[in-house]
């Protein structure tokens, strides 16, 4: 890694600082991208999209309206080819638990001892509502595991010293797209609805056409009020999680179809909030980022308050309302301690301890390994799969023959490669929203 950026004084700019972000949907890359620009400033920024069912398309990078100087879409071995001949800085997991601890141990494999190698950070797009433990031990290796909140602070640190890990690398910050303009109510009526909903909350059919026909229903009983359905991604697109049952699809089949005042919507969130007088969804980040501007939020009680739905995790919140409710007039307000817990009010900077720990990092002329709490001698069984589905060896080396995918090839071959690929995916996504749901419901028959 060059001295200089390495060397220099704490009050020196960073502006020499080289960060790259690794994301596996688009979700994840918002949140890393947004995360790297907390932590580092107008510093150049090189993204990375990890290739696999969940790769963002053009579409959907461009609604999250974060630009990387580069973005490259690569496999696990290529990004650490890259990041060994690149010499960054810091490096951002915007990722899952596998896929994160896939690069720490390639990381390890790549400077078994104490070298000039990049900063690690991690952490988690939004609320962690379940796999706790598996996600965050997953992580642990990392030089910074970010938390988003003092409450999700205090349980990352439970999990790592109950395992007897280190949780030094545990940092309290926020979620990064907590911003813009503050709310002003529109009177005591809600003149904009906005249902947020999520690609795999709820899961069944019959349970996701409900809670469409309710947000229809509510714009019927409200005609003086629009009701937007605000969707992640459309047909044959791939977010965070699998949507088998997309709700463009379930709103073809409303008898009589939508009301005039409801439609299905895209976008930004950040620029749909900024005309919300009411957040409804289930339990979508979504919520959290209505909160922060002090839009009324509802997170629904429809379907039960169940782990499973993770709305669990607004207890407290003084949010859950049931669509009986909203439509009777209710507007939820948050409660001011649950927010100031949950890291969505608070501190004017929630980065500025995640940055001086990262300057502490940089400041150091070499960094000791990366020491995941997974190895061979904890996790003989499950490590080596998890390495596997990456194309790793158990040392976190990349298998035979990974890197020689590319090599040689003509400009027309790797175009052609890139099609095939997208056609891939294609006739995947179709598998799983048209034909998976079609042969279960054949087989219920």
Known sequence: MPASNRSASPSAPRTSLRVAVLADSDTRWKWGALTARRLAPENRLTGYLL???????????????????????????????????????????????????AVLHGVRALWPDPAERPVLVTGYVGVVYEKLADGLLLRHGADLVLANSRHDAERFRGVYEGVGADAGAVTETALPFLDG????????????????????????????????????????????????????????????????????????????????????????????????????????TAALESLHRGIPTAVLTDLGIREAL???????????????????????QGDPRWLAAQGVTGAEDA?????????????????????????????????????????????????????????????LRRRLRSHLRDAARGLYRHGVQRVAPLIRRMGEL
């Open 51 to 101: 290739r696999g069912r969940a790769t963002p398309t053009t579409r959907q990078l461009g609604e999250v309206g974060v630009q990387a100087d580069r973005l490259t879409e690569v496999t696990c071995a290529e990004f650490l080819a890259d990041i060994e001949r690149e010499q960054f800085d810091v490096v951002v997991l915007a990722l899952v638990g596998g896929a994160v601890q």
């Open 181 to 284: 303009a503050p709310y002003e109510p529109a009177g005591s009526r809600a003149h904009t609805v906005v249902f947020a909903v999520q690609p795999s909350v709820p899961e069944s059919r019959a349970d996701r056409a409900y809670l469409l026909e309710r947000a229809a229903g509510h714009a019927r009983r409200h005609p003086d009020r629009e009701v937007l359905v605000k969707l992640r991604s459309r047909p044959g697109e791939h977010t965070t999680h699998l949507e088998e049952q997309p709700y463009q699809r379930l709103a073809e089949r409303i008898p009589g179809g939508l009301p005039a005042n409801c439609r299905l919507a895209y976008g930004n969130m950040g620029e749909v909030l900024d005309g919300t007088d009411l957040l409804v969804t289930v339990s979508s």
């Open 310 to 332: 993770g709305n669990h995790h607004f207890l407290g919140s003084g949010c859950l309302a049931s669509w009986d409710e909203l439509d009777a007039g209710l507007l939820p």
């Open 351 to 411: 980065f500025a301890g995640a940055r001086a720990k990262l300057a502490q990092l940089l400041e150091r002329p070499q960094l000791p390994p990366v020491a995941p709490y997974y190895t061979l001698t904890i996790a003989p069984r499950y490590l080596p799969g998890i390495l596997a589905r990456h194309h790793l060896a158990p040392d976190g080396t990349p298998l035979p023959g990974t890197l020689r995918e590319g090599a040689g090839e003509s400009r």
